[in-house]
């Protein structure tokens, strides 16, 4: 994870938020929550050789699919 998040903290300011979490009572479930300032960004990102680089690494060893939502955003603290 920590080469996506570099990339995203150091390559793409239209990402306004991205975050990774852990479950405390399952250890191996993640969940990331991200946010972009226009749908371009999203497509970069997701289209970027870093993210492929990922689930290329953590596609064989995940038990069961990976679950991607995209949500329009309805209520925000700044």
Known sequence: MAP?????????P???GFFISQDPAD???FTTYERFAY???????NNSDVV???FGIAQPILDGEVT??????V????
């Open 4 to 12: 996506a998040t570099e990339n995203v903290r150091t390559k793409e």
């Open 14 to 16: 239209d990402i306004l």
């Open 27 to 29: 250890l191996c479930v």
């Open 39 to 45: 749908q371009g960004a999203m497509d970069r990102h």
């Open 52 to 54: 492929a680089r990922f």
């Open 68 to 73: 991607l939502m995209t949500c329009r955003e």
């Open 75 to 78: 209520s925000l603290k700044a």
